[in-house]
Structures are given as structure tokens and as C-alpha cells.
């Protein structure tokens, strides 16, 4: 007897979300179909049955990873840029997060430059949305791309740096110029 729809879809949302997070904590080249199948419970034969390769995996895994995060943005209450910038950082700061607290903008944005290009447009669609969220926060399109960039790269850094006393500088540093962007922005 086949498969219901839904627990198709069901499937399908669980090997994403094992895909986006191992993806994310150890890049594209690190993890095997295999590895996200046995994260997801599921077999290496149920995989086809949702992806034609890895990458139509990973392109997919990047979005929803990214719409995972933003999800946990939105439903924490975020308010304000720099609240949203504070959540954001904590991700830097091994103390304060776990293993679930990722984003795909930060923990792979070297990896995406070596993938195909439907990977590297879907990155860009992530990109955008994340300053899509930042504007809705009161930051207007110049403040949000400065504020994104600040972000991402900012946390990019502490997750790749060894030196606790500079990864906490680097974050404070990010949070307070998100701070200062939020003061100065226009947005309406």
C-alpha cells in the first residue's frame, strides 16, 4: 500500500530540516545522502523519492533552512532590528545556542560560492529575505543591507575564530552598529 500524501510531505520536511542543519554545521562536501537520511530516520531509498542529487537537495535544504530561522525570529516576538540582532548573534557565542540554532547565510556562505548556480540564486533569495525582515523592523533598504551584512559576516566570523575574547568583541561590535543603524534609519 502506498504512502499518503501527507506522509510524504512529512518525510519530505524531515530530511530538509536534517539536511539544512547538518549542511550548515559541516558544509555541503562533509555530509552524504546517507548521513541526512540516517539524521532523518528514514532510508537512503526514500531519498529519491523527493530529490534528483544532492544538490537539488542542498538548494532545497538552503531554503528551508533559511525559512526555519526566520520562523524562529517571528515566533520569538522580535520587534525591533536590534532585537532581532541580538537573537541573531547569539548564535556566535557557543554558551548561548545549541545545535538547532542556525542560519544558512552565515554558516555557509563560503560554501555556497562553490556550488552550482541554482544553489548560489537561492542563497540570494535568502539573502534578500533576511533584509526583507530587517526592513519590516523598522530599517530602511540601505540600513537593512548594512545591517545584513553586518550580521551574517559578523557571525560568519565568530563561528570560524578560536579567540573568545575577540569572537565576543566581534559580536558586540556587530550588535552596537545594527544599534546605530536602527537610530539612524528612515524607514517609514
Known sequence: MPWNAQHKENSRENILASAALLFTHHGFDAIS???????AGLTRGAFYAHFKSKSD??????????QLAKERVMNAGITSATELAENYLK?????QCNEDDYCPLAFLVT???HQHDNVRNTYTRCLKGY????????????????ASVLLVGGLAIAKAITDDHLRDAILNQCLKGVEALAKTSSAP
Open 33 to 39: 545522502i546517507d548521513d541526512v537520511m540516517k539524521h
Open 57 to 66: 537537495m542542498y538548494d532545497k535544504a538552503v531554503r528551508s533552512g533559511a
Open 91 to 95: 548564535m556566535g557565542r557557543p554558551e
Open 111 to 113: 560554501d555556497i560560492q
Open 131 to 146: 533584509q526583507s525582515v530587517l526592513s519590516s523592523l523598522g530599517l530602511d533598504e540601505k540600513s537593512s543591507i548594512q
